[in-house]
């Protein structure tokens, strides 16, 4: 990837005011109305990204509330080019919502199949319904990437990212071979890292 | 093993350190190499990427917007405290069994600092009404102080006079002088007179009212003519006294005497004489 390219994919639909990475600097100088924009425009990804993890609404609250007052403690130490706010973001709220499952010592054992699919969001979307629209295209466009995907191979990153499994647990879990297990996840990587590059196409 | 065979096994790490899956050992080798190669660190970057895709797989579950807006407001507050020197460095994790509203500070008291911030100005008003409440308590105790002082230095000024003039009457060496009316009616006078202090008090009783304008003066008779002491008016019972100090030398203080004389006293009298007494021995 070009380090210094936007990664316009990510960008969500009210692309309007100043981008992201402007943002960051803003909060790291201390200006909290930049956290505030962040939170408006990044809020209900993040939100989604606790829900899936964190069994508990209100735990998933407090994560998203923890995650933002991460982002803005260490909004300093954000380096440009190295796979966009929004990266950083979702890597923060990941992380708090796994701390959170720990400290719980309960992880969200909903069947799978209990999952709505994406883009059949209930209740309210985003403010306008524009940015609905493309909000739900973008995530169609992402789950469509990761529908394609061989199910052994969703399977394995999605364990490591939603449940926070390493890889000898989910070798474990799933009884195949540990070198099975990072080239399911390597092969899975690289196919999305591919759509990246066709999103950041489209994304103009 | 070769760098190459090292390189081939950490580009199979990679994947996994991008879903944070590798296991302890594996990880602080792979972070070793990553040190010294650039090219797995971008290639590790990409990765990671392509991992956060997965984050927009979670089915979008809306928040509801009032609970959405307490968040934000919290989170615009703690960060306004923040930047005046507030929170702690990293957010607190819940421990398990226990509802975390995470705006405890770690590092300090149980107030976060939007709280403590608050709880300062409310702290800064209280102390600077309790100040001004202070002030408003000394600067009345310091009246009561001033009128104090002074009803105490006129007390003691009176007490003084009163001193004195029991000094100037308490003597073995004061002298008496009556004073006997000069007409039918019985005004008369007492003045101790202490040559030593050189100092007079005089009583009159029976005094008649004086007019309008008019008061009694006292009168030190000598050769040279009377020497002018002061006036007085006298009371309904027709008392009234007067005392003062003389520089006439004692022996040339032959007789005392009252007139009635404009108000304040003239240095010759006018009036004719009311009472007179000898002050010879």
């Not at chain 1, 990761?146 to 364990?159: D, G, H, I, K, N």
């Not at chain 2, 030593?196 to 309008?212: E, G, H, I, K």
Request: with cysteine; glycine share 8%; net charge negative.
């Amino acid at each position: 990837m070009h380090p210094t390219q936007r990664t316009v994919s990510y960008l969500p639909a009210d692309d309007s005011g100043p981008d992201d990475g402007a943002l960051v600097r803003r909060m790291a100088a201390g200006d909290e109305k930049a956290l505030g924009l962040l939170y408006d425009r990044w809020s209900p990804l993040l939100h989604s990204v606790a829900r899936r993890i964190v069994a508990d609404p209100n735990d998933a609250e407090e994560v998203l509330e923890e995650a933002f007052w991460q982002a803005w403690r260490q909004a300093g130490r954000y380096e440009e080019g190295r796979g966009g706010v929004s990266t950083w973001l979702t890597m923060i709220v990941r992380s708090r919502a796994l701390d959170r499952v720990r400290a719980r010592g309960r992880l969200r054992e909903e069947s799978w199949e209990n999952i709505p699919e994406p883009g059949s969001g209930d209740g309210e979307g985003p403010a306008s319904p524009d940015a609905a629209a493309e909000q739900d295209e973008r995530r169609r466009l992402i789950a469509a990437a990761v529908a394609q995907l061989p199910p052994e191979q969703r399977e394995t990153v999605e364990l490591a990212y939603f449940r926070g499994l390493s890889q000898s647990e989910i070798a474990a879990k799933l009884g195949q071979p540990l070198g099975t297990v990072k080239t399911r996840a390597r092969l899975a990587l690289q196919k999305l890292r591919e759509s990246l590059v066709v999103f950041r196409e489209e994304g103009g | 093993m070769s760098l190459d065979t090292e390189h081939e096994n950490v580009q199979a790490a990679l994947a996994a350190e991008a879903l944070d899956a590798l296991d302890g050992e594996e990880r602080e080798a792979l972070h070793a190499h990553l040190a010294g190669c650039a090219e797995c660190r971008a290639e590790l970057e990409s990765l990671r990427e392509a991992a956060s895709l997965l984050a927009h797989t979670a089915p979008h579950v809306p928040l509801a917007p009032a609970r959405s807006d307490r968040i934000r407001a919290r989170l615009l507050a703690r960060a306004a405290a923040d930047v005046r020197g507030g929170e702690a460095a990293e957010p607190v994790v819940a421990a398990p069994e226990t509802r975390v509203i995470p705006i405890a500070s770690r590092r300090r008291s149980a107030l976060p600092a939007w709280l403590a911030a608050a709880a300062s100005v409310l702290i800064a008003i209280g102390l600077g009404a309790y100040a001004l409440s202070l002030r408003g308590r000394v600067s009345s105790l310091e009246q009561q102080t001033a009128s104090l002082s002074r009803d105490r230095g006129r007390l003691e000024s009176t007490l003084a006079e009163r001193e004195a003039t029991l000094a100037a009457l308490a003597g073995p060496e004061v002298r008496v002088i009556t004073l006997a009316s000069t007409q039918e009616r019985a005004p008369s006078g007492r003045m101790f007179w202490n040559p030593v202090r050189r100092r007079y008090t005089f009583f009159a009783y029976n005094l008649p009212q004086v007019r309008p304008g008019r008061e009694y003066q006292l009168w030190l008779i000598t050769p040279a003519g009377p020497v002018a002491a002061p006036t007085f008016r006298p009371g309904r019972d027709g008392a009234g006294s007067v005392e003062g100090a003389y520089d006439v030398p004692n022996e040339q203080i032959r007789a005392v005497a009252v007139t009635e004389e404009p108000a304040g006293g003239l240095p010759k009298p006018t009036g004719e004489v009311l009472i007179v007494g000898n002050a010879a021995e």
